[in-house]
């Protein structure tokens, strides 16, 4: 047969399999023209015959040609009513294409929305029916819990242009420290090429989008601290183990409630990727955050796309990138705002205030020593006393306390401060410590004139010491700031304004 | 060129082999699958009806696969706990013969040959973990039991439907690597991923 004849046949056969009968009787008519001898071209001819007469002439050609065409005799056969077309004699053991199913628990009719599904949930009775045997049968019964979105299989969606169908739905839960972490996962098969997504929503991120990828190098994930990606190595950032707690529509593998699986979470950048795992199987996924906006618009939900639009509200879940509701914006604005302020203020109380006492005296052991007065002219303000002393010998200590006396006689305590100086050797060598000041604060209830009394108590040897008081007025109290610049900062840890990222070892 | 010299041993019909690799066919008109050994073909059992999948391949398709022509020319379709995977026998144009494997919309290209140093015991492999055949090594994503549910058209791998397969599923570096235990036979199969971009069918325009 020469090489166009062939290529003519073989449209032919190609367009009789898809179903195009006419444009297959067509092309293999002009087969059969040229060649008239060409058995198969009559036999498909037979096929995507209109009429029964056509087609017996076909057969009979076909069965002409063979030297034991069983085949085209029997359809002879079927055609003269000699053999019934319900017993075929070459038919094979065929499983029923699946297409309406009866449920075996309610009997009630379910159509099959993906033709590879291997478990679906009866939307009679509830039944989880486990396709993937020969007979159908019951493994399970759904809960009565509904998806928290208004998304369920049998929608539609565009993601990129490309048809979706929402087939199936699983909600998982996560036992953590105590707490029980819930999400939902919807099973998006293409309907014109087959590939699969999930579209995933948290409360605390919001809406995602996994996509299964390859795993082109091996890890171990127990123990691996990174996942090998496409991207590089992404560090893992969660690893916790869930369990299916709903489940609906029709998943492509045999699913149960309560099957449960490891995932690991890794990031790579802003690059997300995900690993769910069980003993024998690997399988990674790259995951994309997504607006909600964009999931409504890509579901056709145009009542909740306007009454999104009309409230502002266009961005990411919580925890999510992009473009975050205005008060998140807002509030790492104040406090980063705050936070500055904080810090301007601490330094500033580093430095501010007035010295308004400076006195030097030597102050004897056991025996209250009264310093010339200060005159106090910022009642209420808190005042700052710096106390130092003398150089001691090395293993020398001193406690002075000081009281202020005011005109009327009331002794006030106002606080004290420890010096010392230590000595001694150790592995790396001799060392030297000492410290010889102190501070304290007061805040004085009336302005007037106050004898300052310093009282000393030392280590043996030490009868007296040389004391120098400073007071300062109009400080501002430095700890107020860094507490002040704390809470600054973990506000901004929780709102997102500042990440911080470990390095790994 | 087909070789035209064979008749379907169940119903009779023409049954021409569409590549020098081909092992199994199963006919057109009666389903039933034969295998091709010593140049005879014998009849061994039932092909299963597959359901059609939504995929871009049908059966005789025609397209590019990195640019060199293929015919697909017959199909296996695997069955396992938790799900179904196809894989297509490419005949390509120059004669030779190859395998794409079809798994939720992911494309696998491969190339069997069967193993003839030791392979490794199926049970020792781990997912995760590294096992070594001959002087391949792989790095082993899965690990499970399938069985052929159907055939259609005609494939270069002498399985018939209903027998068991172990499989163990893997990487080499950027390379996908398959290890199947079918009967006596362990075949290896060492491929990549095939993008879009690398597959095209051709779309067949009926008027």
Redesign the interface.
């Known amino acids: 047969m020469d090489e166009a004849l062939q290529e003519n046949f073989e449209n032919g056969m190609r367009a009789a399999r898809q179903g195009h009968n006419d444009a297959a009787f067509r092309i293999l008519q002009e087969v059969v023209d040229k060649d008239p001898d060409h058995e198969l071209a009559w036999m498909w001819l037979a096929q995507v015959c209109g009429n029964e007469e056509d087609k017996r002439t076909c057969l009979s050609k076909a069965a002409a040609l063979g030297t034991d065409n069983r085949w085209a005799v029997h359809q002879l056969a079927i055609l003269a009513g000699e053999a019934t077309a319900d017993v075929d004699p070459f038919a094979p053991e065929e499983k029923a294409q699946v297409q309406v199913l009866q449920c075996p628990q309610c009997g009630g009719g379910v159509k099959l929305q993906c033709e590879v599904s291997n478990t679906l949930v009866c939307r009679f009775c509830g039944s989880v029916v486990d396709l993937s045997a020969d007979q159908a049968k019951v493994v399970g019964k759904k809960r009565n819990v509904k998806p928290c979105q208004p998304i369920s299989p049998g929608m539609t969606a565009s993601l990129d242009g490309k048809p979706y169908l929402v087939v199936g739905w699983l909600r998982l839960k996560e036992y953590s420290d105590g707490e029980v972490y819930r999400w939902e996962e919807w099973l998006l098969v293409n309907q014109s090429d087959g590939a699969v997504l999930w579209l995933c929503y948290e409360p605390e991120k919001g809406f995602t989008l996994s996509e299964p990828i390859p795993a082109t190098e091996g890890f171990d994930p127990a123990t691996d601290r990174t996942l090998p990606t496409p991207d590089g190595a992404a560090k893992i950032t969660e690893r916790g183990q869930a369990s299916i707690s709903g489940i609906d529509g029709e998943l492509t593998w045999r699913a149960k409630l309560g099957d449960s699986f490891r995932y690991i979470e890794a990031a790579k950048g802003s690059n997300q990727y995900s690993v769910e795992y069980t003993e024998n199987e690997i399988e990674l996924f790259k995951v994309t955050p997504l607006r909600e906006l964009d999931v409504w618009r890509a579901l056709g939900n145009e009542d909740l796309v306007k009454a999104m639009e009309a409230a502002g509200a266009t961005g990411y879940g919580p925890g999510g990138k992009g473009a975050a509701p205005a008060a998140v914006w807002l509030s790492k604005a104040v406090l980063w705002c705050l936070l500055v302020a904080g810090i301007g203020g601490t330094i500033y109380s580093l430095t501010a205030g007035e010295r308004i006492y400076h006195e030097a005296a030597t102050v004897p052991t056991g025996v209250a020593h009264a310093f010339p007065q200060i005159d106090v002219k910022a009642a209420g303000r808190p005042h700052q006393i710096k106390i130092k002393s003398g150089r001691m010998p090395a293993g020398a200590w001193a406690v002075i306390q000081l009281e202020a006396v005011a005109a009327d006689g009331t002794r006030y305590y106002l606080g004290g401060a420890e010096t010392w100086h230590e000595s001694g050797r150790d592995s790396e060598g001799a060392w030297d410590e000492s410290d010889y000041s102190g501070n304290c604060y007061f805040v004085p209830t009336e302005n007037g004139p106050l004898t300052l009394l310093a009282e000393l108590e030392a280590s043996r040897g030490i009868a007296k010491l040389p004391v120098t008081i400073t007071v300062k007025s109009g400080i501002w109290m430095t700890r107020y700031f860094v507490i002040f610049c704390i809470f600054c900062l973990l506000g901004l840890l929780i709102t997102g304004g500042i990440k911080i990222e470990l390095e790994s070892d | 060129?087909?070789n035209d010299d064979y008749?379907?041993p169940?119903?009779?019909?023409?049954l021409?082999v569409k590549n020098r690799f081909v092992r199994v066919v199963a006919?057109d008109?009666?389903?039933?699958?034969s295998v091709l050994v010593d140049d005879t073909l014998t009849a061994s059992g039932?092909?299963?009806?597959l359901?059609?999948?939504?995929?871009?391949f049908?059966?005789?398709?025609r397209g590019t696969l990195k640019g060199r022509l293929f015919s697909a020319i017959g199909r296996l379709r695997y069955?396992y706990?938790?799900?179904?995977w196809d894989e297509w026998f490419l005949s390509f144009e120059n004669g030779e013969s190859g395998w794409l494997q079809?798994d939720?919309?992911?494309f696998?290209y491969f190339d069997r040959t069967a193993v003839t140093a030791d392979a490794p015991p199926y049970r020792r492999a781990?997912?995760?973990?590294?096992i070594q055949i001959g002087e391949q090594s792989m790095?082993?994503?899965?690990?499970?039991s399938a069985q052929i549910?159907?055939v259609q058209g005609q494939v270069g791998f002498p399985v018939v439907p209903g027998e068991p397969i172990m499989y163990v599923d893997?990487?080499a570096?950027?390379k996908?690597v398959s290890l199947e235990y079918a009967g006596y036979e362990v075949e290896l199969s060492v491929g990549y991923?095939v993008s879009r971009d690398e597959l095209t069918v051709k779309e067949?325009v009926?008027?």
């Not at chain 2, 169940?10 to 023409?14: K, L, S």
């Not at chain 2, 049908?58 to 398709?61: E, N, Q, R, S």
């Not at chain 2, 790095?139 to 499970?144: F, I, L, N, P, Y």
Request: proline letters at 6%; charged letters at 15%; glycine letters at 14%.
């Open positions: 060129m087909w008749r379907c169940t119903c009779g019909a023409p021409p006919c008109f009666c389903a039933n699958v039932c092909v299963a009806a359901t059609p999948m939504p995929s871009m049908y059966l005789d398709a069955s706990g938790d799900g179904q079809e939720a919309g992911v696998t781990r997912a995760g973990a590294t790095t082993v994503t899965e690990k499970g549910v159907g893997g990487t570096g950027d996908k991923l067949e009926w008027s």
